[in-house]
């Protein structure tokens, strides 16, 4: 339910422009809605869910999300979008703070934890994938300002109150939880203290830059597909999945390549093949006549290269999270899972918002040809970030000696 709310951001922003008027930069702040909401929710409301139980936060987090679902195509105005995604933010925090913790009650050792957590990933990937085409079955191709595409809304209320019913029942067991004072104030503080070290520094700019080339690609993507390759509107939308499908196949293959190919030189690949194909295909975006378009079938090839960059882009967040993650001490990986959700949230809004403010006064073509940029200092970072880690395991070796 919450991979399909949270990734319609894309199709919601054409949709906004379409039906409600909004300007590219104002429209691009329903990134920032749902991002932040999900950043202030895990940073400081995190530690107080074990507190309040499992049960209640999932319960919290699907009837909020329910009732922004009902209200939006009632009261049917960009306000109400907002404030859904905002919502959503929140709700999917509290979801999946709550879930992934769950996953301990549910498994007995590390194999049977990783399998279950990679389940919930997965079917996270299908609900991305459907997202799409729920949204897309939603839109008149030939009424684009219409409203009547926000009566999606009604069957994901309704697909939110089944799963709160289904948690309801559920038999989940409420945590013991040790009080201890002052520990949000001091876990603020441990996150701060963390994130001036100088590999951290790098490894957050790292975490904002990809974030900021995905976010900014893949939520501009489906008005790309609209007004730059003139699409129709539910053809946009569609083939807007096959980018969801290729960051979840290049995250699959990747765990596969990484057993013969160092991550250094891997993630370099990926982000030369990424600006090849990106300056490859955006040539191919001019002058497309798309009035014999039906459907995602007989699209323009420019339509499907962009997408494809998703498989390049795919492996990089896992693989730096997991290299920095894995060169901590265990005490201090929950501060910095604190810092990447922080930071990948600062990164998606800002690559949103950039993108349609350069979109709106350049045009798209020029909004994703500026996504070298951020690439290139991806390599700079991930030098510098390669760099450090490999002092860092140097000194704990010799520690150890």
């Known amino acids: 339910m919450f991979a399909i709310m949270l990734n319609s951001v894309g199709t ?106 990679n389940t919930i990933e997965g079917i996270f990937m299908l609900g991305v994938l459907s997202g799409y085409w729920i949204f897309s079955a939603y839109i008149d191709p030939d009424a684009p300002t219409s409203l009547e595409w926000l009566n999606v809304y009604y069957p994901l209320a309704a697909g939110l109150f089944i799963t709160a019913c289904i948690v309801l029942f559920s038999p989940i067991q409420k945590t013991p939880v040790v009080s201890q004072p002052n520990g949000l104030t001091q876990e603020f503080v441990e996150m701060l203290k963390l994130a001036y070290k100088p590999l951290v520094l790098v490894f957050v700019l790292s975490v904002f830059l990809y974030v900021l080339i995905e976010q900014g690609i893949g939520t501009w993507l489906p008005t790309f597909n609209s007004e730059v390759l003139h699409l129709p509107v539910d053809v946009s939308v569609q083939i807007t999945s096959i980018f969801a499908a290729m960051i979840a196949i290049g995250r699959l293959m990747a765990g596969q390549i990484l057993k013969f190919v160092n991550w250094y030189l891997f993630l370099n690949i990926c982000i030369a093949m990424m600006a090849v194909l990106m300056l490859l295909s955006l040539p191919l975006a001019d002058d497309i006549d798309a009035t014999a378009v039906t459907g995602i079938f007989n699209a323009p090839i420019a339509a499907y290269l962009l997408p494809i960059a998703g498989l390049m882009m795919a492996p990089i967040y896992p693989i730096i999270n997991s290299v920095m993650l894995s060169s901590l001490e265990k005490a201090k990986h929950a501060q910095m899972t604190g810092l990447i959700v922080v930071f990948s949230a600062l990164g998606g809004t800002t690559g949103s918002i950039i993108t349609g403010l350069v979109f709106d006064t350049f045009g798209g073509k020029n909004a994703f040809y500026l996504s070298l940029l951020p690439m290139a200092l991806l390599a700079f970072t991930l030098f510098f970030f390669r760099k450090s880690t490999n002092k860092l395991s140097s000194s704990t070796i010799q520690n150890e000696q």
Request: hydrophobic residues 55%; proline residues 3%; charged residues 10%.
């Open 12 to 117: 919601v922003i054409l949709q906004s422009i379409n039906s409600f008027g909004v300007s590219k930069p104002d429209a691009s702040t329903l990134e920032g809605f749902k991002d932040l909401s999900i950043a202030f929710v895990s940073f400081f409301i995190a530690s107080f869910i074990p507190r309040m139980g499992y049960k209640i936060a999932l319960l919290i987090g699907l009837l909020l999300a329910a009732g922004a679902c009902l209200l939006t195509p009632v009261l049917g105005d960009f306000i109400a979008i907002k404030v859904l995604f905002a919502c959503i933010g929140i709700s999917f925090a509290l979801v999946k703070v709550s879930v992934y913790s769950l996953v301990g009650q549910l498994t007995h050792d590390t194999r049977s934890h990783s399998s279950l957590l």
